[in-house]
């Protein structure tokens, strides 16, 4: 009897977890018991300052609005994951536009992108790692483990045609490359993908600590880094407050000031979003 009873209780408590799980928990993560690596912002290209952006910071939390139009767990789970894997394994812009959200306006984009960058020899090794999935914004957050045997989360969205892929916050898009950036030092705002954290570099026009505030942008890759400023008190430096030492996934708009004597020193002009999907529930910049 007793062992009847046993058996019971272990199926009831089986019942409740299994539940919980794909239910989602109480604390915004979907399927992640404990939420584990649920803690990773978003999908990013690097390896390593990049990376760093996406364990550190602000993780998208659940939204009920944006899960139906995301779709639910279970969906997200069976039906974007061979979307996602002929994404990662394609290897020219023809094989890649078939899976990605806006197509039309990011196809320039992506030519422009794969002259300068080559295709990345991945494949998927396992989608939905811990079954990690969050939703925001209409659009769903799954980490993937690549065959390099990196986890990185990757987003998708819901269409009349299917789950398709955010391909700008895959790559780290930028609206030019570092390389040019530095040798341009525009003066217009330009749109990049940064991976932001305080900094302590003041020197010429920014040498006034008590005026601006610093903030070290690393590239997507990991390689190259500026320094940004901030005027401190201002409106953008109240709402770029939750910026700290470790490093997070922002996409902001930078320019150089008149005349740069440095090519590694800009204006921070706008916060156009926390993290690097843009557009995804219509984003303005702040």
């Known amino acids: 009897m007793w062992s009847i009873i046993g058996g019971m209780a272990v199926l009831v408590v089986s019942g409740v977890a299994l539940r919980s799980f794909f239910e989602g928990r109480g604390d915004g993560a979907v399927g992640v018991p404990g939420g584990g690596d649920a803690g990773i912002l978003l999908p990013v290209a690097g390896k390593t300052a990049a990376d760093a952006a996406a364990r550190g910071g602000k993780t998208p939390g659940n939204d009920e609005a944006a899960r139906v139009s995301a779709g639910n767990l279970a969906e997200v789970l069976v039906d974007a994951e061979p979307v996602v894997r002929r994404f990662v394994a394609a290897r020219s812009v023809e094989d890649l536009l078939p899976w990605v959200r806006n197509p039309v306006e990011e196809e320039p984009r992506m030519r422009k992108w794969y002259r300068e960058h080559p295709f990345d020899d991945l494949q998927v090794k396992e989608f939905g790692v811990n079954r990690a999935v969050?939703?925001?914004?209409?659009?769903?957050?799954?980490?993937?483990?690549?065959?390099?045997?990196?986890?990185?989360?990757?987003?998708?969205?819901?269409?009349?045609?299917?789950?398709?892929?955010?391909?700008?916050?895959?790559?780290?898009?930028?609206?030019?490359?570092?390389?040019?950036?530095?040798?341009?030092?525009?003066?217009?705002?330009?749109?990049?993908?940064?991976?932001?954290?305080?900094?302590?570099?003041?020197?010429?026009?920014?040498?006034?600590?008590?005026?601006?505030?610093?903030?070290?942008?690393?590239?997507?890759?990991?390689?190259?880094?500026?320094?940004?400023?901030?005027?401190?008190?201002?409106?953008?430096?109240?709402?770029?407050?939750?910026?700290?030492?470790?490093?997070v996934a922002l996409t902001l708009r930078i320019h150089f000031p008149e005349n740069a004597p440095s090519d590694n020193q800009v204006f921070i002009d706008s916060l156009v979003a926390q993290g690097w999907v843009v557009g995804a529930g219509g984003e303005a910049e702040q």
Do not use: H
């Open 134 to 247: 969050r939703f925001l914004n209409g659009l769903a957050w799954v980490s993937v483990k690549t065959s390099d045997f990196n986890i990185r989360q990757i987003v998708v969205g819901k269409t009349a045609d299917g789950f398709k892929v955010d391909w700008p916050s895959w790559v780290g898009w930028s609206e030019m490359s570092w390389k040019k950036l530095r040798e341009m030092r525009p003066v217009e705002p330009q749109l990049f993908r940064v991976s932001a954290e305080l900094g302590k570099y003041y020197n010429f026009g920014f040498s006034d600590d008590e005026q601006w505030r610093c903030y070290q942008l690393g590239a997507p890759d990991g390689i190259d880094f500026i320094y940004g400023y901030v005027r401190r008190g201002s409106e953008l430096d109240m709402k770029m407050a939750g910026v700290t030492d470790k490093p």
